[in-house]
């Protein structure tokens, strides 16, 4: 089942700093806007990778399993990263950054989009074309509980 990770866009505000990001990204959560908080203060200001999360627990006042969830989500949006010790490029240290894959995500989204308003690349029949397939996926939703899908056509 896939994992629902859910972003609120629905006020309007200047981003000013990473507390302002975390109330986006964890809408109504407090707890876990103050463990994302605290995770990126000290993956900030830190000079090397941190090792271990554990140690937030006491420091921050924060529960295990709030701390471990804020971690999850930031890393499957791309927030931070952990580093393997296979990676070569740390030298055998494992540990947790903050990581640049959100950012050039965002900018890739940005410039994808601004290229769907390009009429010069594209062509009308083939976004034609695209609307009749998302018709076609919409309908089979649809179809899925129907009697004749179920097998009870007699």
């Known amino acids: 089942m896939p ?10 505000k200047d981003i000013s700093d990473y507390s302002d990001l975390v ?15 605290c995770i990126f203060f000290e993956l ?5 990778l941190v090792s271990k999360m554990a ?12 701390l471990q969830r804020a971690r999850a989500k930031l890393s499957r949006l791309g927030l ?5 010790y296979l990676n070569n490029r740390y030298g055998g240290q494992s540990g947790w950054k903050l990581s640049c894959r959100f950012e050039n995500a965002l900018t890739q989204l940005g410039l994808k989009c601004a ?3 390009n009429t010069k690349i594209s062509s009308e029949e083939k976004d034609f074309m ?3 397939f998302a018709d076609a996926r919409r309908g089979i939703g649809k179809r899925k509980n129907s009697p004749i899908d179920q097998g009870d056509t007699f």
């Open 3 to 12: 994992e629902h990770t859910k972003i609120s866009f629905n006020h309007r």
């Open 23 to 37: 109330e986006m990204l964890f809408p109504g959560n407090r707890n876990q806007q103050h463990a994302a908080v």
């Open 44 to 48: 900030k200001w830190t000079d090397c």
């Open 55 to 66: 140690d937030f627990e006491t420091r921050y006042n924060i529960s295990r399993r709030i």
């Open 80 to 84: 931070i990263e952990h580093i393997s």
């Open 115 to 117: 290229g769907f308003r």
């Open 130 to 132: 695209l609307v009749q």
